[in-house]
């Protein structure tokens, strides 16, 4: 990178340069949003010592394990009855994300572990309706017939 020398028109090389920091003047909101000093002296940027603790923290889920429901019961069911689910792969309980019925949440659900999960059944019409469960390997479905209240 070449720097100009405005007195007497020769360019200079970046490496000749005295180490310097300064803070970029931007117009309005931009200078309150940008005050990290903009380093032109050409050392080397650190990076950070590690992740932030909210991903430090954050669970691994087994992508490669796809979920696997093998039963929910009682099927039939009706609105408003809790059913079991029961299964494979459904993972850890962090990496666990939902139970629906068709497009609709279940109206609640419990993880109990890795191959059995519990959810009421939320108000639907009656008909063939397709329970999903979502974990961090995918999802999974299984058809029970929802019967009328």
Do not use: W
Not at 6 to 32: D, F, V, W, Y
Not at 81 to 99: A, D, H, P, S, Y
């Amino acid at each position: 990178m070449l720097q100009r020398n405005t007195h007497n028109k020769k360019e200079a090389p970046m490496s000749a340069r005295t180490h310097q920091s300064r803070t970029p003047k931007l117009p309005g909101i931009l200078a309150a949003l940008c005050t990290v000093p903009l380093c032109l002296s050409g050392a080397e940027a650190k990076p950070p010592a590690g992740p932030p603790k909210s991903v430090a923290n954050a669970p691994v889920c087994d992508t490669m394990s796809h979920p696997k429901i093998a039963k929910v019961a009682p099927d039939p069911v009706q609105p408003g009855q809790k059913v079991t689910i029961k299964g494979t792969n459904f993972g850890t309980k962090q990496c666990f994300l939902g139970v629906s019925f068709g497009t609709t949440k279940a109206a609640s659900y419990r993880y109990l572990n890795e191959t059995t999960l519990e959810a009421t059944v939320p108000d639907l019409k009656p008909g063939l309706i397709p329970v999903s469960i979502l974990t961090g390997g995918g999802t999974s479905q299984y058809v029970v017939l929802i019967k009328s209240k």
